[in-house]
C-alpha cells in the first residue's frame, strides 16, 4: 500500500477582495499508519481565462517544473 485517502474536506472560503476560493483538506493514511492532512486551495470561479505565452512565462516559477 502506497496511501490510501480516507477523507476529503471542501469549504468554501471568500477573500476580503471578493475572491472564492475552495479549502480542500484530504486525510491521507501513511503506509506506516500514520495520517497527513495535505491543505490545497484552487479557484471556484465558473469561467476560465486564456492567457497568452508571454504573460504564462511571467507568471512562471523557475524553480518549478512547468506542467501546462
Known amino acids: 500500500m502506497i496511501r490510501k485517502v480516507v477523507d476529503v474536506k471542501?469549504?468554501?472560503?471568500?477573500?476580503?477582495?471578493?475572491?472564492?476560493?475552495?479549502?480542500?483538506?484530504?486525510?491521507?493514511?501513511?503506509?506506516n499508519g500514520k495520517y497527513r492532512?495535505?491543505?490545497d486551495y484552487y479557484d471556484a470561479t465558473p469561467h476560465t481565462i486564456?492567457?497568452?505565452d508571454?504573460?504564462?512565462?511571467?507568471?512562471?516559477i523557475p524553480s518549478y517544473?512547468?506542467?501546462?
Open 37 to 39: 492532512y495535505p491543505v
Open 50 to 52: 486564456e492567457i497568452s
Open 10 to 31: 471542501e469549504r468554501l472560503v471568500k477573500t476580503m477582495s471578493g475572491q472564492k476560493f475552495i479549502r480542500r483538506v484530504t486525510k491521507v493514511q501513511m503506509p
Open 65 to 68: 517544473t512547468q506542467v501546462i
Open 54 to 60: 508571454e504573460e504564462q512565462q511571467r507568471r512562471r
